[in-house]
């Protein structure tokens, strides 16, 4: 379970990644898996990666923390490469938070037009994370005006990045998932390694929902 727990201080000290707060907050250990070839959207990528590996990313340690009027989501990982896309170098090392929109959405789909999904998702060129929702593979949209704040630092050989989310957002309700303290709900996560050509559905993911409680 990841836990979001209560503490009082500025957006801030909490959006630092290498910040003191996070030292004493628990770290969720979450195995990450490569994701399905077979739910990439596209026959050309499916075809090209068959004997290629991908999801190179074993696990993602992640905490949470919120001070009554934003949601923290901090993620660690192991990555010896700090991948930011410029003239010699082709993708971006990234992370995402996903939520599903409504009941149990389908994680390796990326939801299913009766079950869509939101992904907070962090890139390493650019500055602001994208908020973008789903409902199927090949059906990503983001959403203009991201609600989002991200802070990532590597440092030998470690990625520390915080996602993060005011409680009220202007986002069309059909768009948003409800957070606030005391609410419970779910989570799972998502990396990307640029130094492996990892992007769009190519990444390392927890297949299974993770309960995520926000303490009141």
């Known amino acids: 379970m990841v836990k979001a ?28 898996l490569a994701s399905p070839l077979v739910s990439q959207p596209s026959e050309y990528v499916q075809n090209k990666w068959a004997d290629m590996k991908w999801g190179a990313t074993p696990e993602v340690r992640v905490s949470a923390a919120h001070n009554g009027k934003s949601v923290f989501f901090r993620l660690e990982w192991d990555d010896a490469a700090e991948d930011r896309p410029n003239d010699t170098a082709d993708f971006a090392d990234q992370c995402g938070v996903m939520m599903p929109l409504k009941n149990d959405a389908l994680i390796a789909e990326m939801g299913a037009p009766d079950q869509p999904v939101c992904m907070w998702l962090w890139r390493s060129d650019i500055d602001t994370p994208r908020y973008v929702t789903a409902q199927g593979r090949g059906t990503t949209s983001r959403y203009a005006e991201s609600p989002l704040t991200g802070t990532g630092v590597w440092r030998l050989g470690v990625w520390r990045v915080v996602i993060s989310r005011p409680f009220n957002i202007n986002v069309p309700a059909a768009l948003t998932v409800p957070l606030a303290p005391g609410l419970k709900h779910k989570c799972t996560f998502a990396v990307w390694q640029g130094s492996n050509k990892e992007r769009g559905g190519l990444k390392a993911y927890q297949p299974l929902w993770q309960p995520l409680e926000i303490e009141s």
Do not use: A, F, M, Y
């Not at 727990?5 to 990450?32: A, F, H, M, Y």
């Open 5 to 32: 727990v209560q503490i009082w201080t500025s957006n801030e000290s909490l959006q630092d990644p290498e910040g003191t707060l996070w030292s004493g907050i628990e770290k969720q250990r979450v195995t990450l």
